[in-house]
Nanobody, 122 residues
Framework: QVQLVESGGGLVQAGGSLRLSCEASGTIVSINVMGWYRQAPGKQRELVASITSSGITNYVESVKGRFTISRDNAKKTVSLQMNSLEPHDTGVYYC????????????????WGQGTPVTVSS
């Protein structure tokens, strides 16, 4: 079994900062891409930022320059530092990871955390 557990969400005023963290645990052989997604009320889940095992990052245009994703491969964690938060950043943030669970079979599978809410007030 694999679990992704997020922490760090909450309520913050516009212009403030939050740091989200996610730890993967369980039967894990390796982790490829890890990422943060968000789902605003009434909208589809969207990718906010992702990072490969070698540290290559990708951001949605709306968060570039404000958010920073990082990971610790040894600890199987990924974090999202969110600065200059704006009301449209409000949503439930999910950690996602592409994980290999078997040394016999080569497939990677997508796993998700339970989500952590972020609310930015104006």
């Amino acid at each position: 079994q694999v679990q992704l557990v997020e922490s760090g969400g909450g309520l913050v005023q516009a212009g403030g900062s939050l740091r989200l963290s996610c730890e993967a645990s369980g039967t894990i052989v390796s982790i490829n891409v890890m990422g943060w997604y968000r789902q605003a009320p009434g909208k589809q889940r969207e990718l906010v930022a992702s990072i490969t095992s070698s540290g290559i990052t990708n951001y949605v245009e709306s968060v570039k320059g404000r958010f920073t994703i990082s990971r610790d491969n040894a600890k199987k964690t990924v974090s999202l530092q969110m600065n200059s938060l704006e009301p449209h950043d409000t949503g439930v943030y999910y950690c996602g990871a592409d994980i290999k669970i078997s040394r016999v079979f080569p497939q990677f599978f997508d796993y998700w955390g339970q989500g952590t809410p972020v609310t930015v007030s104006s």
